[in-house]
């Protein structure tokens, strides 16, 4: 495939780790069409297209907890686009909470964005490769808790667990497609949930105060230091990329080595 006509779509790819991927990829020369349940997106919108603006930039409406939404988001996309050579799915939330606080309301929207909402996307973005013939790759946003469950987040790890183990089984059934299936395990990266994750993990692990807990954590790390959303893209443009044409089913971790298994 021409690397300057490559296409790529995204959910959850407007802020955090999505924007750097939306960004690297438009680097790399792909038109990008990005799924997100925000309206607050014009400025991004128009600071990506004035730095690509021979590129096909365009932001669409999506809420990965809602199967009809992700069905219409993929028609629209497959529509400006006119294929998927590569599918990114990164939408992702967080809720933490103690055992006894946990409700339904937070084990459901957990689960229904990161695991039933990933599961869906691929559903319809293995639809449209398969009629395309041209085979693509399928990168899945998993995290360190798909490796480690975390305290207070129980539901949180089982949606991560959920994504690894539903890519390792796509990656089977979609082989003879020419489809790869990869998940990325991102640890202690620097962006807005992060912050919102000292807050509330501090005050429940021992009354920190803001950036406390996060440098408890980073010295935790082998490098000492917290990831970066560049580095992260480019895991995630590596395994789009020729050279990951043979590595398929895989949760690969992004974290200065905090996990090593």
């Avoid at 529509?79 to 992702?92: M, Q, S, T």
């Avoid at 105060?209 to 995630?236: C, D, F, H, S, Y």
Wanted: charged share 20%; aromatic share 8%; proline share 2%.
């Amino acid at each position: 495939m021409d690397n300057n006509n490559k296409k790529m779509v995204i959910c959850g790819g407007n802020k955090g780790i999505g924007l750097g991927i939306t960004k690297r990829f438009l680097a790399d020369g792909y038109d990008v069409v990005v799924g997100t349940i925000d309206d607050d997106y014009t400025d991004t919108l128009i600071m990506l297209s004035k730095l690509y603006n021979h590129q096909i930039i365009q932001f669409l409406h999506c809420d990965v907890s809602e199967v009809k939404s992700i069905s219409h988001f993929y028609q629209q996309a497959h529509h400006i686009l006119g294929r998927f050579d590569v599918a990114i799915n990164n939408a992702g939330v967080i809720r933490i909470s103690k055992l006894e606080d946990l409700t339904e309301q937070d084990w459901d929207i957990t689960l229904d964005v990161n695991t039933k909402g990933m599961m869906f996307s691929c559903k319809e973005v293995i639809q449209y490769m398969r009629e395309d013939k041209k085979g693509g790759r399928i990168i899945n946003t998993a995290s360190g808790q798909a490796r480690d469950g975390f305290i207070y987040t129980p539901h949180y790890a089982a949606s991560k667990f959920g994504v690894m183990g539903m890519t390792q089984s796509l990656a089977k059934e979609v082989a003879q497609d020419g489809i790869t299936v990869n998940a990325i395990c991102p640890g202690i990266i620097h962006t807005d949930m992060w912050d919102y994750n000292d807050r509330v993990w501090g005050k429940l692990m021992g009354n920190y105060q803001p950036g406390e807990l996060m440098a408890t954590w980073v010295e935790n790390i082998p490098m000492k230091r917290a990831g970066k959303v560049e580095e992260v893209a480019g895991l995630v443009a590596f395994l789009a990329g020729p050279d990951a044409a043979y590595i398929t089913g895989q949760a690969i971790n992004i974290d200065g080595g905090l996990i090593m298994s």
